[in-house]
């Protein structure tokens, strides 16, 4: 009964290369979120939609499109992978942001994204 | 451009004692703040949360102080068990609709 899931778990592959990390949330959320933990360990949001729509793009390389399909799902499709793009990105989900419980966030298990 | 310092990496504490963790603030236009905890290969889980109208929120063996002219708050965890054991990672938001930040996380080891 996983609350916020993703697939896969780990991915390793080539610069270059084009690849997607999905997540889905069964808790009736309308906010879905991608976060990326990189080397220094900070943990920064990188979009947020609600309700499939684009809410917070905060400054993310055109090279990341993410698609919310409907308001559990919500994707990560990456371009032209680089060496930069290696860390650990986490899928996560609240009630609509503008409200404390929207800062309650659920994390899936994250997915490590490993470029060579 | 650090918006949430947490200074400390790391924290070792006994059994049964009390845990501190802190972290400052530098945006003063932060008016909610949380606390999560993240075990390995797991996604951080939300702990406890504190509006700035209050400074002190207690559950259970978790409590939450803020200090709204120092921009610092502290998280203490009395007593500590062994499965407290993982990062710490303070959260602050504008509760205008705008993003957590979140800090670096400090990692705490409660020693049996």
């Known amino acids: 009964d996983t609350a916020v899931s993703q697939t896969p778990k780990y991915l390793v592959t080539q610069m270059g290369n084009d690849k997607s990390i999905k997540c889905e949330q069964n808790?009736?959320?309308?906010?879905m979120y991608w976060y990326k933990q990189d080397s220094k360990k900070f943990l920064k949001i990188m979009f947020s939609y609600n309700n499939k729509e684009l809410i917070i793009n905060e400054t993310v390389p055109n090279r990341f499109s993410p698609k919310s399909p409907d308001k559990a799902h919500l994707n990560l499709h990456i371009n032209s992978l680089e060496l930069g793009d290696s860390a650990v990105y986490f899928c996560a989900s609240s009630h609509g942001l503008g409200s404390a419980r929207g800062y309650e966030q659920y994390f899936g298990p994250g997915t490590r994204l490993t470029v060579t | 451009d650090q918006q949430v310092k947490q200074n400390s990496p790391s924290l070792s504490v006994q059994e049964g004692r009390i845990s501190i963790l802190n972290c400052d603030y530098t945006?003063?236009?932060?008016?909610?703040f949380l606390w999560y905890k993240k075990y390995p290969a797991e996604g951080p889980t939300f702990l406890i949360s504190?509006?700035?109208?209050?400074d002190k929120n207690e559950d259970g063996r978790f409590t939450v102080f803020l200090n709204k002219s120092a921009k610092h708050l502290s998280l203490h965890i009395v007593p500590s068990q062994p499965g407290d054991s993982a990062v710490y990672f303070c959260?602050?938001?504008?509760?205008?609709?705008?993003?957590?930040?979140f800090g670096k996380g400090t990692r705490l080891s409660v020693i049996a």
């Open positions: 945006n003063s236009m932060f008016d909610y």
């Open positions: 959260a602050a938001a504008n509760s205008g609709n705008t993003p957590l930040v």
């Open positions: 808790l009736g959320h309308d906010t």
């Open positions: 504190i509006s700035s109208i209050k």
